[in-house]
Structure formats: C-alpha cells, structure tokens
C-alpha cells in the first residue's frame, strides 16, 4: 500500500491525477452534505411540523401558456425536472469514461463491469425472491443502483488506508451501475408510452446528432433542444430523466483546436507579451495586456470540448444543490406511519438486496473474473478490500429512492421501500468503512 501512496504523491502523477482527486474531494463534501439533509428530512418527517414537511413538496407549480402550461407538484418538478440536469451530468460522466476513462480500455473496463454486472444481479434476485407478485414486485430495480457519492465519500474518508486504484475501481463501477439504472428505467418503468410523441424525441435526437456532425458547439442550441426533447419524453411516457442522458450522448467532445494549436497560440500570445515588455507588477492591466490575455482565453475556451466543459461547470451545483433538494425531498419517511409492517417484503428485499445482494454480486464476480484472467486486482489492493468496496456499493440511496418512486408511486409501499433504502444503505456503509479500514 505504501508503494501506491508513493505514486500519488510524485508530483508529476499527481498533476496527472488532479482532475480525478478534485472530484473524489468533491465526491467527499457531497457525501457528507447528502448525509446531513437526508438525517435532517428524517427529523423533520417525524417532528411536531411533519405537516409542513409533506405540504411543501405537494405544493401545485405550474410553468408555460394555454395549451403547452404544464402544472406539477413540487416533488414531481424535483423529480422530473432537476433529477434531468442530474442525469445529464450522469450521461456526460459515462461518456467521458467510455472515450478517454477507465472504461475506454477493454482491459481495465472489463472487471469493473463484470463486478457492477454482479452487483446488479445478486440484489434484483433477492428481492424478486422476496416479492414474487402483486404491486411489491415491481420494486426490484431498487436495490440495483448505487449513490457514486455517498460510496466515494466514504472511501475518501479512508484517505491513504485505500489505494488510488481501488477508488478508481468504484468510481467505475458506480458508474456502470448508473447506466444500468439508466436502462432498466428507460425499459421497466416508463408506462402509457405515445410512440408519436418518442417519434418527435427521435426527431430532436437525430436533430442533436446532426449539429454535432456540423460541428455546431454553442450550448444555447443544445439547451433550447434539450429542454424540447425532456418535454417529448415528458409527455410520451418514457421518464422524462431519461432524456438527460440522451442529450448528454449528443454534446461534442471534440475541441475547436487541438493540443498544437492551444500551445502554438498561447506561447505565440506569452512571448508577445515579453517581447514588448507587457507584464508590470501592478494590478491594472494595459489594453495591450487585455488582448493578449482574451487572446489565451479565447484558446483556453477553445481547447476544452463542450462535453466537459458542460460536466465540470454543472458537478458541483448537481452535487450541492440537485441532490441534496432531492434528499430533502424524498428520504423524509413517517417512522410511526410504518409500525411493525416494517418487517415486511419490500423492506426486507431492498435491505437484503443492498446489503447482502451487492458485496455478493461484486465479490463473486470480481473473483471469478480475476481465477479466469478478464480481469486484474486494482493495483495495490486485495480481495479482502474488493469486498469492503462491495460493502458500499450497497450504498443505493438517491438512485434507489428515484426507481422506488416510479415503482410505487404514492402507495403506502414508498415508505417501506425508503426505509429498507436508508436502513440497507446505512448498514452497508458502515460495514464497507470498517472492512476496508481495518485492511
């Protein structure tokens, strides 16, 4: 393990690594943040002012005009609305990996895949075994995903206990199960679907794909399109998140320069400004100083794809605002509504699920993938930690609480479903911080 503690700090690996250790840092206070909100909508739901709790989020808002007015509680327009910028973010993240991340090379992607493929299966069976019919078998999909924060947050927490690698393995894993997720709502929980109104999505998309073809880069046209295309599928029956991250697979990731040119124009603009002597040491710039600095801002703009400028600028509002609100908004749950059913299917199916189904799933799987060579340790780690890592990829929370909602709706099975959530994800949590801590 020292050997890989080494590694992250030779200065010249960290600059590398920069990118990725600020998001596992921001990963880390959005963890933590999403704690704290989710602790304080408990409390609340359960305090002498439950009553304005469940108020707010039954709240009517309605946006638009005369016939294209759209009117929707304040939880369906956290729901619906905000969780697509969240999705979009998801999409942006899962493009970035599939291109130039951990899962553009075959190799590397190959035991993170077959791990989440794991971690998907072992807890969807669990609960299917648990809830064989009625309304409570629809929420078998709960229990599949995995909150990347709140597992990365923990992680971090265990700073140089855990190899790089192995965070790195997670973050994959998070975010193939986010795809997962993606699809099984996309295809299990989308109803009433108006094949005019997805033809029309299809129309946008094709629309998308063509301007990214033209090399069309300005945001404002991705924008206008992109909130076209989440009211088609709005109002097609397809879940209108889902249209988040199919935008998110049409924004360019190619930049209008590349590395030769940045460097050609910003040397060309800094020798300029040597040249003629530009530089001063006080804090007003000259106008010549002015043109030379909207010169290197301009490449600077230029350098970066759309894609990932879209991701970097948009993380930290999803991280500290979107999912925090949708935290509030959905993990509250009225402890004395529920009683001793409790004990019943759904909870005991997603508390099972998170917490037995998921270090199942990605142990064994990662196991047999590493005994049959398609795929290797992270490096620096052991089986061991691998579990404690299945642990808290048992940590479903927000995209658990999301498919629990479109499973059942505003049936009394919510509340069950969002304490076997809670209650499963708490748990193995724990479990995964004390396993890997004490590796």
Avoid at 361 to 389: D, E, H, N, Y
């Amino acid at each position: 393990m020292k050997k890989n503690v080494e590694v992250v700090e030779n200065p010249r690996i960290r600059e590398i690594l920069k990118p990725a250790i600020a998001f596992f840092k921001l990963e880390q206070a959005s963890g933590i943040l999403l704690i704290a909100v989710a602790a304080l909508a408990i409390v609340w739901a359960n305090s002498p002012w439950a009553a304005s709790y469940f108020s707010i989020w039954e709240s009517k808002v309605s946006f638009g005009f005369g016939d294209f007015k759209i009117e929707k509680d304040f939880l369906h327009w956290i729901n619906d609305g905000l969780m697509a910028v969240f999705f979009f973010v998801v999409g942006l993240e899962i493009k970035r990996e599939l291109l130039i991340g951990e899962l553009s090379n075959v190799k590397n992607a190959m035991l993170p895949a077959v791990a989440a493929l794991g971690g998907m299966i072992f807890p969807a069976v669990i609960y299917a075994l648990m809830n064989t019919s009625g309304e409570a078998a629809k929420g078998w999909g709960i229990p599949m995903a995995t909150d990347i924060a709140f597992a990365i947050g923990i992680l971090s927490i265990l700073g140089n206990r855990v190899p790089f690698a192995l965070k790195v393995f997670l973050t994959a894993v998070a975010i193939i199960d986010d795809l997962g997720a993606v699809l099984v709502i996309a295809v299990f929980y989308s109803t009433n679907i108006s094949f005019i109104l997805l033809g029309a999505a299809g129309g946008v998309v094709l629309l998308l794909i063509l301007l990214n073809f033209l090399h069309v880069k300005t945001p404002l046209v991705y924008a206008v399109l992109g909130i076209v295309l989440w009211f088609l599928f709005l109002k097609s029956g397809v879940h209108a998140t889902i249209a988040g991250v199919v935008l998110a697979f049409t924004i360019p990731t190619k930049t209008r320069i590349n590395g030769k040119e940045f460097f050609d124009i910003t040397q060309g603009a800094l020798d300029e400004m040597k040249e003629k002597d530009l530089a001063n040491d006080g804090y007003t710039i000259s106008p010549e100083v002015n043109d030379v600095l909207y010169t290197i801002e301009e490449s600077c703009a230029e350098a970066i794809a759309p894609a990932h400028r879209l991701e970097h600028k948009l993380h930290p509002y999803v991280a500290f605002f979107i999912m925090p609100v949708f935290a509030l908004a959905n993990a509250g749950v009225a402890l004395g509504g529920v009683g001793s059913g409790v004990l019943n299917g759904v909870t005991l199916g997603i508390f099972g699920g998170l917490l037995l189904g998921k270090v199942l799933g990605v142990s064994l799987f990662s196991l047999i993938a590493v005994k049959t060579g398609f795929g290797v340790l992270p490096t620096g780690s052991s089986m061991r930690q691998l579990v404690g890592v299945g642990f808290l990829a048992g940590i479903g929370f927000t995209m658990s609480l999301f498919i629990a909602g479109l499973a059942f709706g505003t049936s009394d099975l919510l509340n069950f479903a969002k304490v076997g959530i809670i209650a499963g994800s708490v748990v193995s949590g724990a479990i995964g911080y004390l396993v890997l801590r004490n590796g």
